[in-house]
């Protein structure tokens, strides 16, 4: 099937959009699960990718941000549907997790040293409006991803709120005997900035120009510094193998290892117990 450009599909209504995004013919690029949802992500046009049906306005706001503020190479946003469908521009790369192997050493050292930058161009972003935890948006929102049970987590309109959330999770797994006394409560002087939250080798793309690209800002928002640390380094020990893993997500994030663990501390709390 010849793929149409996105100036031929971009007047189309959004129902009648989400019927092409629909057609078995297009090329299908991944899943990407968040919080239990599946949301199918499609090649639609020569230039433009489509993921829905959970996408989010604060996933666009996120995105166009990035652009805003930062070097940091993003996929623009073409379109975003409220019933859940957002449109992109199309990158021709490959994910680091199926190129990694086959990159020399200099363009894989080169890689990480962009990755940190663009870390440190990112917590340098400031919000649309008032600064809270969560994504993107001019009023508090539910937190998603894996430190906020499947369910998600708040709204949070304070730091403050946020980290008495975390504590309570650790009271949880306290009262359960699932963890010993003793154990230290959520880190509250780490900062809130701007995080991607999803900074896995399968979210990051290196093009035909070796350009990377960071895709997948469905969790991004802004958080304690640690926890951009905290939720990429088990995807960087897969890749790279533990100590190695361990060492180039510090490198690009900043080591914040006893943050981490207080995530594994509470990991009770934020599956079996994520209700209580």
């Keep these: 099937m010849a793929l149409p450009s996105w100036s031929d599909i971009s007047d189309l209504s959004d129902d009648a959009l989400r019927e092409h995004c629909d057609s078995p013919n297009l090329p299908a690029l991944a899943t990407a699960g968040v919080n239990g949802a599946e949301n199918h992500v499609r090649r639609i046009a020569r230039d433009a990718v489509a993921k829905w049906p959970y996408s989010t306005e604060p996933e666009t706001e996120a995105m166009r941000l990035a652009r805003a503020q930062t070097d940091v190479p993003v996929p623009a946003v073409l379109r975003f549907a409220p019933d859940g469908l957002l449109v992109s521009?199309?990158?021709?790369?490959?994910?680091?997790?199926a190129c990694w192997t086959g990159l020399s050493l200099w363009r894989k050292v080169a890689i990480v040293w962009t990755l940190r930058g663009y870390v440190r161009q990112l917590r340098s972003v400031f919000p649309p409006g008032p600064l809270f935890p969560g994504p993107v948006a001019r009023e508090p929102q539910t937190c998603l991803g894996v430190y906020f049970t499947v369910y998600g987590a708040g709204p949070f309109a304070?730091?403050?709120?946020?980290?008495?959330?975390?504590?309570h999770k650790l009271d949880v797994s306290r009262r359960v005997k699932k963890i010993p006394q003793g154990v230290p409560?959520?880190?509250?002087?780490?900062p809130l900035v701007f995080t991607h939250l999803d900074f896995k080798p399968r979210n990051i793309l290196l093009d035909e120009n070796n350009v990377v690209w960071l895709i997948d800002w469905g969790l991004a928002g802004f958080y304690p510094r640690h926890m951009e640390y905290a939720a990429m380094v088990g995807s960087?020990?897969?890749?790279?193998?533990?100590?190695?893993?361990?060492y180039v997500a510090g490198f690009i994030a900043g080591f914040y290892d006893r943050q981490r663990q207080f995530f594994d501390t509470i990991s009770w709390g934020l599956t079996t117990g994520s209700l209580l």
């Design 236 to 246: 960087w020990k897969v890749l790279l193998g533990h100590w190695l893993g361990y």
């Design 158 to 167: 304070t730091h403050q709120e946020l980290a008495d959330w975390y504590d």
């Design 185 to 190: 409560t959520f880190d509250r002087s780490q």
């Design 89 to 97: 521009e199309y990158v021709n790369g490959r994910p680091l997790s």
